[in-house]
């Protein structure tokens, strides 16, 4: 089921992160500006933050694996009809609606997962699932890279990437089962999922809520997925924006970020259960100050190799993304099994909320001081500012965590 479902999300980012790819196009074709296209990006972002706060909570109740198969369905539908329009708010609109088709995933698998992997060893499922996310955002950038060395347009980045989106659906519908008994095996915490069943949509919110660290942790992890989104976003458009087909190998050092991230996940996830002892929090800083370090190198120090810039990059994505293996699993820590897809769904819509914010200034810096290399400094400071706020959140994990206050 872990396999299954990480297969899937495997594409689920042909159709999102294939935007950064395209904007550069979309810009020049449409008349866009630098902060019009954050503001596109951005529309995505709360669409999928929104929809993590609804969807979060439906996961507990509903079958994760019917929401996550319309979830890549309709996320199909809308790239499609976003290739064929030619208005701003158009595909503002459209862009907006596919962030809420794509949150259709992460929380339903989070649940998915959760009921069949004991606490013991979620920590690596959770990575190994993280790395897939990792994975897709490299599968896209490939993609996306090969697609426009073959000289195609933005529409068809919007097209023909997603396809493999289109069949991985089917493969998860097929395979995938909510939990162990429609399988034929014995559940896992069945007392506490009946229990999580007769709680009301705001009552399990409202629960979640009470828990301070956990909210602590839903504002830290908004920062670090406000610096993986300005990674994921601008990095496209920063060595689009020059003369690239002059020096086409230099796209190639854009996709050792998202390869960096993929390992980053499961790396984390794994150092979080044995060297750190389950202590997640002191992970997650030791690698956003990681990334702090590796990004103000980046605007720093003047590369001339392609070497260097490529293991630049690479380090760049697996500080930055390899934390947020760290913070899926403390849903679990600190809510207990009742909530989990409840805990996903908030911690979720935080960290594209804040992501959200994010895409506009990063644009706007871009437009005022012309250079695209200046998004790494604004995100080295809110790789820190991440760091800062996980320190306020401690706990000792163990097999019989309560809920803390």
């Given at each position: 089921m872990l396999l299954v479902t990480m297969l899937c999300y495997l594409f689920f980012y042909t159709g999102r992160h294939n935007f950064g790819?395209?904007?550069?196009?979309?810009?020049?074709?449409?008349?866009?500006?630098?902060?019009?296209?954050?503001?596109?990006?951005?529309?995505?972002?709360?669409?999928?933050?929104?929809?993590?706060?609804?969807?979060?909570?439906?996961?507990?109740?509903?079958?994760?694996?019917?929401?996550?198969?319309?979830?890549?369905?309709?996320?199909?539908?809308?790239?499609?009809?976003?290739?064929?329009?030619?208005?701003?708010?158009?595909?503002?609109?459209?862009?907006?609606?596919?962030?809420?088709?794509?949150?259709?995933?992460?929380?339903?698998?989070?649940?998915?997962?959760?009921?069949?992997?004991?606490?013991?060893?979620?920590?690596?499922?959770?990575?190994f699932f993280t790395m897939a996310a990792g994975s897709s955002s490299a599968v896209?950038?490939?993609?996306?890279?090969?697609?426009?060395?073959?000289?195609?347009?933005?529409?068809?980045?919007?097209?023909?990437?997603?396809?493999?989106?289109?069949?991985?659906?089917?493969?998860?519908w097929a395979l995938a089962r909510n939990t162990p008994s429609e399988k034929g095996f014995a559940d896992l915490y069945s007392e506490e999922k009946q229990d999580t069943d007769r709680r009301g949509w705001a009552q399990r919110y409202a629960e979640v809520l009470k828990h301070r660290k956990f909210v602590t942790a839903s504002v830290a992890i908004g920062f670090q997925s406000m610096a993986r989104y300005g990674l994921i976003v601008w990095v496209p458009v920063h060595y689009l924006g020059g003369d690239w087909k002059s020096n086409p190998q230099y796209l190639w050092v854009a996709v050792l970020m998202p390869l960096g991230m993929s390992l980053g996940a499961v790396s984390f996830g794994a150092l979080s259960d044995t060297f750190f002892k389950g202590n997640r929090p002191a992970t997650i800083r030791m690698g956003m100050l990681a990334s702090a370090l590796i990004t103000l190198s980046i605007y720093y120090i003047p590369v001339h190799s392609l070497v260097m810039e490529g293991a630049l990059m690479f380090l760049a994505g697996f500080f930055v993304y390899g934390p947020q293996a760290n913070f899926w699993p403390m849903s679990s820590d600190l809510l207990g099994e009742k909530l989990v897809g409840s805990g996903i769904g908030l911690m979720n819509m935080c960290a594209y909320l804040f992501a959200a914010m994010g895409e506009p200034l990063l644009g706007r810096v871009i437009d005022k001081t012309h250079d695209t290399a200046s998004i790494f400094l604004v995100i080295s400071a809110i790789c820190i500012l991440c760091a800062c706020i996980i320190s306020f959140v401690s706990y000792k994990n163990d097999n019989q965590l309560k809920p803390l206050l």
């Open positions: 790819w395209a904007a550069e196009g979309m810009g020049r074709e449409l008349n866009l500006n630098r902060e019009m296209i954050g503001w596109i990006s951005s529309a995505m972002l709360m669409g999928y933050a929104l929809g993590q706060l609804i969807n979060g909570g439906l996961a507990d109740r509903y079958s994760p694996r019917m929401m996550i198969t319309a979830g890549a369905l309709l996320s199909v539908g809308a790239n499609f009809l976003i290739s064929f329009s030619g208005s701003f708010y158009v595909i503002l609109m459209l862009w907006g609606l596919n962030g809420y088709f794509q949150s259709l995933a992460w929380a339903p698998g989070g649940r998915l997962i959760s009921n069949w992997w004991a606490k013991e060893e979620r920590g690596k499922a959770f990575g896209t950038f490939l993609l996306s890279i090969l697609l426009l060395q073959q000289g195609v347009s933005w529409h068809e980045l919007f097209r023909i990437p997603v396809l493999l989106l289109l069949f991985a659906a089917l493969i998860f």
